[in-house]
T-cell receptor, first 114, second 115 residues
Framework: DTEVTQTPKHLVMGMTNKKSLKCEQH?????MYWYKQKAKKPPELMFV???????INESVPSRFSPECPNSSLLNLHLHALQPEDSALYLC?????????????FGSGTQLSVL | AQSVAQPEDQVNVAEGNPLTVKCTYS??????LFWYVQYPNRGLQFLLK??????LVKGSYGFEAEFNKSQTSFHLKKPSALVSDSALYFC?????????????FGTGTKLQVIP
């Protein structure tokens, strides 16, 4: 299994809603990532988890809250988002402790904030 | 700071012709360079990487990339383009970090292969 699975594929939410994005992989990867991608732009790193511990938070607003409950799962909890948060949210994974390994990406969640 | 630049927003090429997507890099120390491809409404897929060794790196789907240290370039190439190669291509450089892959992506180049 060389897939990173993200659910849901599409999400529409209001600014007062609370929702969660889910990411799952069964490749034994111990590093997992959240990226945000605006249309026709490169992905921007948001968070990195290494061995289930938060290693990087790229100054992301607190309305985004990541969670890594176990080595296969990564969640992104959303609360009180703004319309400018509408984007494609990508999850990725890689081997941890290894240098220069490739990232495996999921297909993303297309988020629209109304 | 580690960075990559993709000077072309879009590249158009006729089917069957060779294609080149350009990337230049700016790094301190040894560069760790990658190419990823993104098809519409999909995540990124790894194509190839250069770490060390031969300057010509071969990757997935018939793509290859040439590392040129003197020109600080890492151009993506394919001898004969297919319509199915039409996609968004990102060059990336690994930023020194701990036991995870922190990469910085270029701005992307849209490849359009014309039948």
């Amino acid at each position: 299994d060389t897939e990173v699975t993200q659910t849901p594929k599409h999400l529409v939410m209001g600014m007062t809603n609370k929702k969660s994005l889910k990411c799952e992989q069964h490749m034994g990867h111990r590093a997992m990532y959240w990226y945000k991608q605006k249309a026709k732009k490169p992905p921007e790193l948001m968070f990195v988890y290494s061995y289930e511990k938060l290693s990087i938070n790229e100054s992301v607003p607190s309305r985004f809250s990541p969670e890594c409950p176990n080595s296969s799962l990564l969640n992104l909890h959303l609360h009180a988002l703004q319309p400018e948060d509408s984007a494609l949210y990508l999850c990725a994974s890689s081997q941890a402790g290894a240098t220069n390994e490739k990232l495996f990406f999921g297909s993303g969640t297309q988020l629209s904030v109304l | 700071a580690q960075s990559v630049a993709q000077p072309e927003d879009q590249v158009n090429v006729a089917e069957g012709n060779p294609l080149t997507v350009k990337c230049t890099y700016s790094v301190s120390g040894n560069p760790y360079l990658f190419w990823y491809v993104q098809y519409p409404n999909r995540g990124l897929q790894f194509l190839l990487k250069y770490i060390t060794g031969d300057n010509l790196v071969k990757g997935s789907y018939g793509f290859e990339a040439e590392f040129n240290k003197s020109q600080t370039s890492f151009h993506l190439k394919k001898p004969s383009a297919l319509v199915s190669d039409s996609a968004l291509y990102f060059c990336a450089v690994r930023v020194p970090s701990g036991g995870y892959q922190k990469v910085t992506f270029g701005t992307g180049t849209k490849l359009q292969v014309i039948p």
